[in-house]
């Protein structure tokens, strides 16, 4: 019976217990065994052994509950009381969360993700903090319970959740003896003998939880111990006088009693209580309070001797000395004669410092070494000896391996700091080296620091060196270094330079070192360039003079050099650095314009802007909006020698002018720029039938006026402007039988903004409707450039009505300047409604009667099909375009006129060139492909041998094509049959890729079924 109650006890106690052991972190332990499976007649030892360590372990588990409670206390009294007061006091600063928070959160969050199914986020987390055993609660380090999950956290945010520290740990233990032998168990049924070796494993289990818990509790205890250390040291305001002080002051003053004066604003050090010794003994001297002395100019004054009381005893002096020996001092070692020897000065105290910080640095965690920067320097500025501080500047630019950005800037204000406090010559003799020894340095960032600091340095070093040394260093890291964020950092440097130099014989060095920087392969350096350098370089030749005479004009000459040497091919790289730096100059030109204007005096300025200083001192010289003006003929006459069909120099100059009159103003551009161009260009009506004399119109100065100077305002008069330019040089180009290029240039450069559409589309209507029909022409041609960037309800709303309307003019020359078109829409549009009427216009071409003998427009039919054919939708290329080049090939072969049939055949060897490379199926390929290339080369072998082996080439990879194919096929079966006998899926697929004798792009084929 009393069997049976224990039995009962143990089984309520036994919730409690398994508490305790979720918290220990999955450890099992007696508690959670069965115990009627164990006989009464086992080894009575072994069950001894098992009941003393389970009674270890329990201990070890409270042991570690205990240090746990430590560790919490201990952390949470990391933030000082007075920061918790300013916390609490100012809500809008929040407390930084301390690190058992946050791993606290985190066990939370990643509990959230998990139960919730975000699965992948919950590995994310957990890869994120892999310092963290996301499965134990124990892992987080809290002697708390494990609080409840986020979830009921947000729904119990508004009442208040009992505390975790109301709530204990209950448990109830039953020893192995408290179960009599002869009781019955409840379930005979489950008793079962427990042999000699599971005892034994259970107790080797036992003994590694034990060793587990135990390396736990030293981990535990070493930290609260430093814990416990850290704030001591925190505390203690007493400094240990050395045995070598106390001996002096005995001998010196027997009679005198020993006492520390307190501390006045800490401008004495504070000469505390000797420590207790280890036997617990009183220490033989006692304090007395004295007057502390006045400081003065914030410097250590030379302390008068200090009285110590002396007891009133007769102890000799060598037994007094003798006591005192026994107190635990050491200045042997170099630390103990620092810590013995304490300065009593200024010098005292930096000679102290320079001797310390060498020893110091290296044991500082380099992520906290930025702390000791102010202490280096103040050392380095004060310290009284050359070689000392020479050594304390090489550890301050070596104190962090690889410094990132706000350490830098911690170094680059501690530099400034110290050249503003020992001026020119000693920033030159001692910072100065530091940055040279470093050019070359193997990291980047040390080397950016250097080029940093070149930079910083800049005001306070002499300028003979700020022009001579300090610019060849620079513009030697700008040539050779590889990293861009350093020769960014370069660039940076040299524009401080450029502000600071005044040495004019340095002009055409900063001219040379702009140039080279805007060759910069990186574009974060050329950015750099245009943000910093050019302004900077501008406002040294403004005070110079010589931005309007001498830098401009350079530039300006180098283009038309550069257009003179390029007739056969144009560096348009270096025509962009010229122009792009041209354009960042624009508004330095501007101010210089606003500095020299007669009505600077009478300007007043609204609003907190500050007025333009006139800074143009060196050079006695006027720049007028007259005078800008007239170098306009000079930029005019190098746009028209550009190439009007490089896309890129259109684009550059464009831009240029586009700056360059929005900078000015409405009214310098249409009384000043507007003019110069309309009397260069001389549209007028007596020029419109002849091209005599205009031929200005076919070059770049037509789309660079309109793309440049016309679309700079958009009022409603502009638009009119530009609309009637567009249609006047459509008109003057075709009347003239001029090329078109021009005009397909200003529709291309007006076509990539979408505002210009609607615009544009105007312009062309103007065309369709015209009278004569090679406008009608000009306006169907310029159709194909606009499709591609129009969106396709203008396109089925105004582009292909238009062109429906085109294709039934009266001229066939017109109709045929529409199928470019039609092919281009054909490549571009997705609306099936759409393509199907571009698709039945085009089918209207080839099959109406009335265009049989019509050479041109198959022609043009067969180059459209050419270049929009592989980009076409696979259905209307298999069912349209193949077979009608199919029909087109067959009746080549009976042309009469052989030179109609030769125009014909090269046209459709170019367009199956292009329709080799595309996907054909195999029915397509054996009726129409296959057949047509036959047909051309028929042709070829009596127009053009050369052509004719490329043809039979041809022909010959698309019969291994079709014959490949076939045979993929009938493996692919063969292998489904294999495969039902078990033959290995690598061997299959191999066998099957050794079947291929053509080219990696037919491997497609391989996968294609038979129809």
Known sequence: QGWCVNATVYCLTAPFDSLCSDRAGSISTLDSLDFARYSDD??????????????????????IQALRANLTQ???????????KNFNSNPEIQEPIRQLEKRALNFLVNEYLLKNEYKLSSITFSDENDDQDFELWDDVGLNIPKPPDLLQLYRNCGSPLPSPRDMVDVSVEVAFEDFPGNCTPPNPSKKTDLSQQQQTEVIQELEYQISLLNNEKQSLAEQIKKLQSEIQTLRRTVCYPSQAT?????????????????????????????SESENGSDPPLTQKSSQSHPQSHNKLKSRPPVQF???NRTLSPAFQQALLSFCRMCSDSRLGAEVSRIADSEESVMLMLGRCLPHIVPNVLLAKREELIPLILCTACLHPQPKERDQLLHILFNLIKRPDDEQRQMILTGCVAFARHVGPTRVEAELLPQCWEQINHKYPERRLLVAESCGALAPYLPKEIRSSLVLSMLQQMLTEDKADMVREAVVKSLAIIMGYIDDPDKYSQGFELMLLSLGDPSERVVSAVHQVFIPAFAAWTTELGSLHTALIPALLARIEKL???????????????????????????????????????????????????????????????????SGLPQLIDIVGRINVTSTTCVHEFSRFFWRFCRTFGKIFTNTKVKPQFQEILRLSEENVDALAGNGILTKATVPIYATGVLTCYNQEEDRKLLVGFLEDVMTTLSLSHAP???????????????????????????????????????AARMFELLVKGVNETLVAQRVVPALITLSSDPEISVRISTIPAFGTIMETVTQKELLERVKMQLASFLEDPQYQDQHSLHIEIIRTFGRVGPNAEPRFRDEFVLPHLHKLALANNSQAAENKRVDIAMQLFEAYSALSCCFISEEVMLNHFLPGLRCLHADMEHLSPEHEVILSSMIKECEIKVENRGMSDAQGSLSIASSLVGEDAKTKFLSKMGQLTTSGAMLANVFQRKK
């Open 42 to 63: 086992g080894n009575r030892e072994t069950d001894e052994r098992v009941a003393v360590l389970e009674f270890e372990l329990r201990k070890a588990k409270e042991t």
């Open 74 to 84: 201990a952390a949470e009294s990391e933030v000082p009381s007075q920061e918790r």
């Open 246 to 274: 106390l001996d002096q002051i005995c001998q010196n003053a027997p009679n005198a009693s020993c006492s520390s004066p307190h501390t006045d604003n800490s401008q004495y050090l504070d000469i505390g209580r000797v």
């Open 309 to 311: 009381d002396q007891p």
């Open 563 to 629: 257009l003179t040497q390029g007739e056969h091919g144009l560096d348009e790289h270096k025509l962009h650095i010229f122009l792009s730096a041209l354009q960042s100059l624009i508004p330095p030109l501007f101010a210089v314009v606003l500095q020299n204007a007669p009505f600077t005096s009478r300007a007043k300025l609204h609003g907190d802007i500050p007025a333009i200083e006139g800074t143009m001192h060196a050079a006695k010289t006027t720049v007028s909006p007259m005078g800008i003006a």
């Open 740 to 778: 078109l290029d021009s005009l397909k240039a200003s529709f291309v450069e007006l076509g990539a903004n979408p505002v210009y559409h609607e615009m544009l589309l105007t312009v062309l209507w103007y065309g369709v409707v015209h009278t004569s029909a090679l406008v009608r022409c000009t």
